[in-house]
């Protein structure tokens, strides 16, 4: 149970931050830029500390497999193709702050019984999704 969901906290935390990455060269707005510079900066601490958890528990932690990289990849330069507009880079990172925040209330109910260290990493994870969901909703109508 706790290397379940200590592991989908850290696929969560680094499937964000490799958006991050692929979408910051596309960054046309400085304010966006340093949002998201923030917010990638913020999803390594959380990542930081899911492999300290598991270092201390003795579980591994899995990466995302080649081929999800691989799509989002493809899916990030694909939507910003024709749009690299603040509003659609916004609209993207909104739309994985969902999946990532749905994920962790599902998570949370499946797993509420895991470790209190994991339970509050994934806590505090959600919550600042949650809190990031609202501050890029400004990005919406630049």
Do not use: C
């Not at 969901?5 to 680094?14: E, G, M, P, V």
């Not at 081929?67 to 749009?83: A, G, P, R, V, Y």
């Amino acid at each position: 149970m706790n290397q379940k969901f200590l592991n989908q906290i850290y696929k969560n935390t680094k499937m964000a931050v490799q958006s991050i990455e692929n979408m910051y060269p596309k960054f046309r707005s400085t304010k966006l830029k340093q949002f998201m510079k923030d917010a990638q900066q913020k999803y390594l601490e959380y990542m930081e500390q899911s492999k300290k958890i598991a270092q201390q528990k003795k579980l591994e932690l899995k990466d995302a497999s080649f081929f999800s990289k691989t799509m989002l990849k493809l899916s990030i330069s694909m939507s910003t193709l024709f749009d690299k507009s603040s509003e659609h880079i916004a609209e993207l990172f909104l739309m994985g702050t969902v999946r990532g925040t749905l994920s962790l209330y599902k998570e949370l109910k499946t797993y509420k019984d895991a470790d209190k260290d994991i339970v509050e990493l994934a806590k505090n994870l959600k919550d600042f999704e949650e809190k990031s969901f609202e501050q890029i909703k400004v990005y919406l109508q630049e």
